[in-house]
């Protein structure tokens, strides 16, 4: 019995591969990676460097996707997700008010 053994189809690959491309989750998950490009550069402000390596990963996911079609992986989302909680709107507002 294979308790710790990969099952079939549960690599992102084989997700990917067995359904369609749906573009309109796909736009809409780059419109989120476009707010989070905003939001660091709002937290930031006027100083920031577009070097940013938060910033030039975002951004370059965005570029990726639309001149390449190429989809963020399982791991790059989850990248995002942790910057996003860093750099989102409503905590630059609470760290603002302390």
């Known amino acids: 019995m294979d308790c710790g053994g990969t099952m079939k189809g549960s690599r992102l690959v084989d997700v990917l591969d ?15 990676l476009k707010k989070l490009g905003t939001a660091i550069e709002m937290f930031y402000g006027p100083e920031m460097n577009i070097d940013d390596a938060d910033y030039r990963f975002v951004n370059d996911r965005i570029e990726y996707y639309e001149t390449k079609g190429r989809l963020l ?3 790059e989302m989850k990248v995002c997700n ?17």
Request: overall charge positive; aromatic content about 8%.
């Open 18 to 32: 067995d359904k369609p491309l749906n573009k309109k989750q796909w736009d809409i998950i780059i419109g989120k």
């Open 82 to 98: 942790n910057l996003w909680n860093r750099y989102h709107p409503k905590k630059q507002v609470k760290e603002i008010l302390k």
């Open 73 to 75: 992986t399982k791991d």
